[in-house]
């Protein structure tokens, strides 16, 4: 069973900056993939996530080298999400649950079809596989970065499967997973 435990972090200056630049590259690269779908299906093709993100990563050296100031995480997880909410949005067509719109959308699309993520409008956020950070007491080290001090410690014990950043209300946090033994009650 995986459970999960949300820890205020205590960045400095510089990594506060560096966490907002991993936030961007997630967000470039989900909307990087969108826009690219949407292309693919004007010209009447059919296109894949994996394929996509086979693609991004052959261009991002010439076009986007900035992405390679963060953790490669950042954007890997984005293709995964996008394809979570194709998806969802093919499940809900089939179903006949997509949600009606007051307003037509300025896209063009159904409701429940994915949108470009916006700076202002989302929640700032990446995703760091297992093997890319370790924790330690009160510290989580992280790729390209190294140490940031967390307030607690973390209180499960078990396998690390991935974690989180993320940032509500100006505070970063980190949501740890964490693979836990199932203790089925008495």
Aim: net charge positive; proline share 5%.
């Amino acid at each position: 069973m995986n459970r999960a435990h949300v820890i205020r972090l205590n960045p400095t200056p510089e990594q506060a900056v560096y966490f907002r630049k991993a936030c961007g590259v997630a967000r470039h690269a989900y909307n990087w993939a969108l826009a690219r779908w949407k292309e693919y299906r004007a010209e009447g093709k059919w296109a894949k996530m994996k394929d996509l993100k086979r693609e991004y990563n052959r261009i991002k050296g010439e076009q986007f080298p900035w992405c390679y100031e963060v953790t490669k995480c950042a954007p890997e997880q984005e293709f995964r999400h996008l394809g979570q909410a194709f998806d969802n949005y093919w499940r809900m067509k089939e179903e006949g649950t997509l949600p009606k719109l007051k307003h037509p959308r300025k896209d063009g699309e159904e409701g429940g079809f994915p949108r470009f993520k916006s700076k202002k409008r989302d929640r700032l956020s990446f995703y760091l596989s297992n093997d890319k950070f370790s924790v330690s007491g009160y510290s989580i080290r992280i790729p390209k970065l190294g140490a940031v001090n967390m307030t607690e410690q973390l209180r499960f014990s078990g396998k690390i499967m991935s974690a989180v950043i993320s940032s509500r209300a100006g505070c970063w946090f980190v949501s740890i997973c964490v693979e836990v033994e199932h203790e089925t009650p008495r």
